[in-house]
Each structure stands twice: as structure tokens, then as C-alpha cells.
């Protein structure tokens, strides 16, 4: 009797990772005295009130930071649902993915936390292992979808 397969493990997997993003950013979030997303939001006006842009550069910034807000949250969504192992929509991964490229979020989660203790590491690794991370991701699910 099988009980799991390579599918459902894949999604456990994934859906961990997500998990361990939402626990990372909360941990590092109250560690620093904050409150996670409200903190964020408050922060963010603040500094953005201070630097007095306008025009499309203050568009831009405003959207960037909505965007990062957006992937944030559709971390909840996306763990819930590959930990239960119900298919996501393949539009919700592709606009997840495109987030997350926006907002530099690695999908293996772990990346980050090990380049927070690695002082001094350079830009391209970094940007690398954030790539090495999506094509995981995609690959992974990519095969499962064509099983």
C-alpha cells in the first residue's frame, strides 16, 4: 500500500517551505520589536513620507512595496493549500512566481536565513541561489503537472 506519492510529497514540501517563510518573517519581525505586515506598513509610510518622491518614482516605490505586501500574503494561501494538497491553480503559481521575482522571495526558504548570517556574501550569489530556488519550484511543479 502506497501512502504518500512523489506528488503529495512535493506539495508537503513546498507547502513547508511557505511555512518556514511565514515563521522566518514573523520571528524576525518580533525579534526586532515589530509587528509583522502592520509594522511593515507603518515603516514603509513613514520612510516614504520622508523622501518626498512623487511622479513615477513614487509610483514605482508604492508598487513594489504592494507587491511585496501581496506575496506576503498569498504565503498563507499557498502553504494552506499545498499542505492539504489541493492543486493550486496554475495562474495563482505563475502570478506567485512573478511576485516573488518582484519581491526577491526566495521559494527555499532557508536560502535567506543562511545569507543572513553570511556577512559580506556577494550580490551574485545571492541572485543565484534566488534563481536556482524558482527553478526548483517551477521544475518540480512543471513535472508533477505532467505526470
Request: glycine share 4%.
Amino acid at each position: 500500500m502506497k501512502i504518500m506519492n512523489l506528488k503529495n510529497k512535493v506539495f508537503i514540501f513546498w507547502g513547508c517551505m511557505d511555512v518556514l517563510a511565514i515563521v522566518m518573517y514573523c520571528f524576525f519581525s518580533f525579534y526586532k520589536g515589530n509587528i509583522p505586515l502592520y509594522s511593515d506598513v507603518r515603516n514603509f509610510y513613514n520612510v516614504f513620507i520622508s523622501l518626498e518622491v512623487s511622479g513615477w518614482t513614487g509610483f514605482f516605490i508604492l508598487i513594489m512595496f504592494t507587491l511585496h505586501l501581496i506575496m506576503q500574503l498569498s504565503l498563507f494561501y499557498s502553504a494552506y493549500a499545498l499542505l492539504k494538497k489541493n492543486n493550486l491553480s496554475v495562474w495563482f503559481l505563475c502570478c506567485q512566481e512573478i511576485l516573488r521575482a518582484f519581491s526577491l522571495t526566495c521559494s527555499l526558504a532557508f536560502i535567506p536565513f543562511i545569507l543572513h548570517f553570511i556577512h559580506g556574501y556577494p550580490s551574485h550569489l545571492g541572485a543565484s541561489l534566488f534563481i536556482f530556488s524558482e527553478i526548483c519550484k517551477v521544475g518540480t511543479f512543471w513535472w508533477c503537472k505532467r505526470r
